[in-house]
């Protein structure tokens, strides 16, 4: 784990479960790492130190960060000079309890102690490696596990900037507000700041990011989300603009207008509904009405004709019938959401939900079957009526699947895959606008081929030669 010039090496790991608030949260980490002098790790057993930055929203995620602790107990049998930290909402919601039930755990700090952290991270920098404890790692074997915050050639071209922290909305089956607390909205000119330096750092596409975004206010000026959209789009240099994710009863028809009216704003609104039945949105403590939600996606498509809606969906709420399930379908059917995150409900300690009567396991698993099916077959729907046209998408660079292709995502944040045309990442990153023209549609996204690649969104294309195949060699 030494650094090239013989130094002692600081490398830390960090995997990241849940929303966006948490990818956000792991990447003030890792800025906080890199200035205390640490490089990243791929391989947690290549690490000084071990942060896991959890969830607690559904039970799956929650199950899957106890297993993580209990599997990164090999590394500290083999070195116990390496720290392992637990962070995040599973933190805060099980702060009380958490070192008992995982004793090996060095810290555990909950949302509201980034600071405490990255203040740690600086304080544990090895002033040597122990040679012996390294070998005793490198025998492990492989403790898999992605990790998360490693930039490639790519990275900097999506910014993602926190606007607002935590929510007071207290929906009957979500432990957010219990973990990350009520609302709290930073300084306009913290955030304008902080879009500056993502700007010049390359950023063509910028993220605002809030567990309910759109409820945003600055404490000094009493600007609303829609005036913060517009301060943001005012800067030099900004070429596209997106944020998730929004409320409901936040959705107003200024806002509606804002979206249709600055022309750096991506097409896409992410409105979770969660269900199309009022007595269960009232169980839930949802605080908007089936006909009210409509009327939202109603002015949006008055003043954002060309804007897609995304959603969240769950089934099987405590109390959900038949009816309220078909109620669910019929509004998808009406909305014609482009894309839908799906879920059985999952009971969160702590919460009012939780207490209620569930419904059983099998009745919410062929709920959520006859619900992906509607939503998939209008994600299909759309993906096929691109065939034909060309769009523009944003490198995200070698698709996962495929290496030797690239993925990209159009402005509707539907995913494109292209031969990558024997361009060099060198040249990708100068011009990192793919214009594709699409060729087949899927439920995921679609496939197309390249035809140019430009450095500004709205900038000049210049055009790729289509690959020519050789048709006697592929005989």
């Known amino acids: 784990m030494s650094s090239a010039n013989g130094a002692p090496g600081r490398r830390y790991f960090i995997h990241t479960f849940g929303c966006q608030m948490n990818e956000a949260d792991s990447r003030y980490i890792a800025d906080r790492a890199a200035s205390s002098g640490y490089e990243i790790a791929t391989d947690p057993a290549a690490a000084n130190v071990v942060v896991l930055n959890t969830c607690t929203v559904r039970d799956n995620a929650e199950r899957r960060a106890y297993g993580r602790m209990a599997h990164f107990k090999a590394l500290k049998t083999a070195d116990p000079a390496m720290k392992l930290v637990v962070c995040g909402c599973l933190a805060e919601q099980d702060r009380d309890r958490m070192q008992s039930l995982v004793p090996h755990l060095d810290a555990v700090f909950g949302t509201s102690e980034l600071v405490r952290l990255g203040d740690a991270l600086a304080a544990w920098r090895p002033d040597f490696v122990d040679d012996e404890a390294s070998e005793s790692r490198a025998v492990l074997r492989p403790l898999g596990g992605a990790a998360d915050c490693i930039a490639d050639a790519y990275s900097h071209l999506r910014a993602f900037v926190t606007v607002q922290r935590g929510c007071s909305y207290y929906c009957t089956f979500c432990i957010v507000p219990h973990v990350r607390g009520r609302f709290d909205h930073r300084p306009m000119g913290d955030i304008l700041a902080e879009v500056r330096v993502a700007l010049a750092a390359g950023a063509r596409?910028?993220?605002?990011?809030?567990?309910?975004?759109?409820?945003?206010?600055?404490?000094?000026?009493?600007?609303?989300?829609?005036?913060?959209?517009?301060?943001?789009?005012?800067?030099?240099?900004?070429?596209?603009?997106?944020?998730?994710?929004?409320?409901?009863?936040?959705?107003?028809?200024?806002?509606?207008?804002?979206?249709?009216?600055?022309?750096?704003?991506?097409?896409?609104?992410?409105?979770?509904?969660?269900?199309?039945?009022?007595?269960?949105?009232?169980?839930?403590?949802?605080?908007?009405?089936?006909?009210?939600?409509?009327?939202?996606?109603?002015?949006?498509?008055?003043?954002?004709?060309?804007?897609?809606?995304?959603?969240?969906?769950?089934?099987?709420?405590?109390?959900?019938?038949?009816?309220?399930?078909?109620?669910?379908?019929?509004?998808?059917?009406?909305?014609?959401?482009?894309?839908?995150?799906?879920?059985?409900?999952s009971p969160r300690r702590g919460t009012p939900a939780a207490l209620w009567e569930q419904i059983p396991a099998d009745v919410g698993g062929e709920r959520l079957r006859r619900l992906a099916d509607t939503v998939n077959r209008r994600m299909r729907g759309l993906h096929e009526g691109l065939v034909g046209s060309t769009v523009r998408a944003l490198i995200q660079g070698p698709s996962r699947k495929d290496p030797t292709k690239l993925a990209a995502k159009t402005l509707e944040n539907i995913t494109v895959v292209v031969p990558d045309a024997g361009l060099s990442e060198r040249e990708l990153v100068a011009r990192p606008w793919l214009e594709v023209r699409v060729d087949a549609g899927f439920t995921w996204g679609c496939t197309g081929t390249l035809r140019g690649i430009a450095e500004r969104f709205a900038g000049r294309v210049s055009p790729v030669a289509e690959p020519v195949y050789d048709l006697l060699a592929l005989r």
């Open 205 to 345: 596409e910028v993220t605002l990011v809030g567990q309910t975004v759109n409820a945003y206010r600055d404490g000094a000026s009493g600007a609303d989300f829609s005036d913060l959209l517009e301060s943001v789009a005012a800067l030099t240099g900004l070429e596209r603009l997106t944020f998730v994710t929004s409320h409901p009863k936040d959705f107003t028809e200024k806002l509606a207008r804002t979206l249709g009216a600055v022309p750096q704003l991506n097409p896409r609104l992410h409105l979770p509904v969660q269900s199309g039945s009022d007595a269960l949105l009232r169980r839930m403590n949802r605080k908007y009405t089936v006909a009210q939600y409509e009327e939202k996606i109603a002015w949006l498509r008055a003043y954002a004709p060309g804007c897609v809606v995304t959603t969240d969906l769950i089934v099987a709420f405590p109390g959900e019938s038949e009816a309220d399930f078909e109620a669910t379908l019929a509004l998808c059917e009406r909305i014609g959401f482009a894309q839908a995150f799906m879920f059985v409900y």
